[in-house]
């Protein structure tokens, strides 16, 4: 399968997928249960999701296996079952993808700190290992390591995909608004300190998700830009702010307001747009739509 990075090389943005956990909750999936144990044990609903995402007119999709180290299963006693948790997860998405578009498996935070003592660099890139490989035997043609907040963590994730697998190797950080004004992780780092770690680390692809809606994320694609400019850079955004009431939290971004501020992030010099959490195939379906018009209509990727 042709690289995403090759596929870039034309000028057209791509789009990727949406919301998982939104969606397994929307299919059943209960608070305290783990979503990667569904891949095994509802296997038909998490192919639903993907194919929802293909059918909606992403290029990619990610895998239901967002929390499947051996640190985060292990809080559901399925630590031994990484390999067999995450080879189903590929598979699925692969399956749905088919041969014509990407699989960018999901690799989210340990939950494990180094400056804390918690862990060590050697259990964090054995950890990073483990799966990236098993996912690689699923049928995944890139990793995204995805929702970092602190730079030695995704450098170690970033390593470990590259020296393990020949996986393409996608990372990105979430970023808040401080008081200042400016852009940070919640362990203080910069998209710019993002971008110059993760390029070390051997990244093929770097950018944000999660935390923001659309409108933010360009300002955040615009500081990764600046820092990288011969980098492809990814955006999920989240579907707006999150709304909570009555202990319910709601994504209240309408498809329509979603997309249009995509075409923002896109200007702005993301490569590949898609969504995070409350982001439905609605939403990607009209992100699909709005981009690929407007870049008929001449816009193109920066890289």
Not at 42 to 51: F, G, M, T, Y
Not at 154 to 170: D, G
Not at 293 to 298: A, D, L, N, V
Request: glycine share 10%.
């Amino acid at each position: 399968m042709k690289r995403i990075t090759d596929d870039l090389k034309s000028g057209q943005p791509l789009i990727s997928d949406g919301a998982w956990g939104t969606l397994l909750q929307q299919r059943g999936l209960k608070s305290g249960e783990c979503p990667e144990l569904w891949c095994v044990e509802r296997r038909d609903a998490v192919l639903d999701i993907a194919q929802s995402y293909i059918e909606a007119g992403a290029d990619m999709i990610k895998t239901n296996s967002f929390g499947a180290t051996r640190f985060k299963l292990e809080h559901y006693g399925l630590a031994g079952r990484v390999a067999e948790l995450n080879e189903a997860a590929a598979a699925i998405s692969r399956e749905a993808a088919g041969p014509a578009r990407h699989v960018i498996a999901s690799i989210g935070p340990t939950g494990k700190m180094l400056l804390m003592g918690d862990v060590t660099e050697e259990e964090l890139l054995d950890a990073f290992a483990e799966q990236a490989r098993a996912l690689e035997r699923g049928g995944a043609d890139a990793c995204c390591v995805e929702t970092m907040s602190a730079l030695d963590e995704a450098v170690s994730a970033v390593r470990a995909a590259r020296e393990n697998t020949r996986l393409e190797v996608i990372c990105t950080f979430t970023f808040e608004k401080t008081k200042h004004g400016d852009y940070r992780t919640m362990m203080g780092v910069s998209p710019a300190e993002m971008a110059e770690a993760l390029l070390r680390a051997g990244a093929d692809i770097i950018g944000a998700n999660c935390g923001n809606g659309m409108g933010p994320m360009a300002e955040i694609a615009r500081e990764i830009r600046r820092a990288a400019p011969a980098t492809p850079i990814l955006i999920h955004a989240n579907a707006g702010a999150p709304v909570i009431a009555n202990g319910i939290v709601t994504f209240p971004e309408t498809p329509a307001e979603m997309a249009r501020r995509a075409l923002e992030v896109v200007r702005a010099g993301a490569n590949i747009v898609g969504g995070c959490c409350g982001a439905t195939p609605e939403h990607i379906r009209a992100i699909a739509l709005a981009v690929r018009k407007r870049t008929e209509s001449g816009v193109r990727c920066q890289v």
